[in-house]
């Protein structure tokens, strides 16, 4: 008799997987914000969040979803959405295409492509006048840090009860 927990999971258990870890993820990350930063009047919860969920929970083996690229092109990607929003401050076409344009070129140099981080790029320049207050902290407030608390759920969620493992690769 076969044992169940080699058996592959079903598409069933794969669905339901992917939509517990993220409703836990980005329910850590927006409990976090909401009673925790917010009122110190500091963000936590981006919308580039919700493409990472995508990427972590629903195709976890991706090379685009592992640690290094969640990580760091969230990290990567604010940096450069703050160096550009504070260096040009022209127009918001220039500014928001130049940050996207910039944040991509930087993350496939780094090796850490993670589409959400255009969009994390993108909020650094557009995103409300308290995103625009955080300067510098952005990239680390809430860029990094709600990355990292998606990757923590991702490590359990995505490793629960599973004979695959992630990460496939840390770095």
Not at 70 to 95: D, K, N, R, T
Not at 99 to 112: D, E, G, H, Q
Request: some cysteine; glycine content about 12%.
């Amino acid at each position: 008799m076969a044992h169940t927990s080699n058996a592959a999971p079903s598409r069933l258990q794969i669905v339901l997987r992917a939509g517990v870890g993220a409703f836990a993820g980005i329910g850590l990350v927006g409990a976090l914000h909401q009673y925790w930063l917010q009122p110190m009047t500091l963000s936590l919860l981006i919308g580039s969040f919700g493409a990472s969920a995508v990427l972590l929970y629903g195709v976890p083996d991706s090379p685009l979803a592992q640690p290094r690229n969640v990580l760091g092109g969230h990290l990567i990607s604010g940096v450069v959405g703050v160096i550009v929003q504070q260096a040009i401050g022209g127009p918001l076409w220039l500014v928001a295409a130049l940050a996207v344009s910039v944040a991509i070129m930087a993350m496939i140099l780094t090796r850490t492509t993670h589409p959400p981080g255009g969009a994390t790029a993108l909020i650094a320049v557009m995103g409300s006048p308290d995103i625009e207050a955080l300067g510098f902290l952005y990239p680390i407030v809430p860029a990094f840090t709600g990355a990292l608390c998606l990757l923590a759920v991702a490590l359990i969620s995505n490793n629960f009860r599973s004979a695959k493992r992630y990460p496939t690769a840390w770095w």
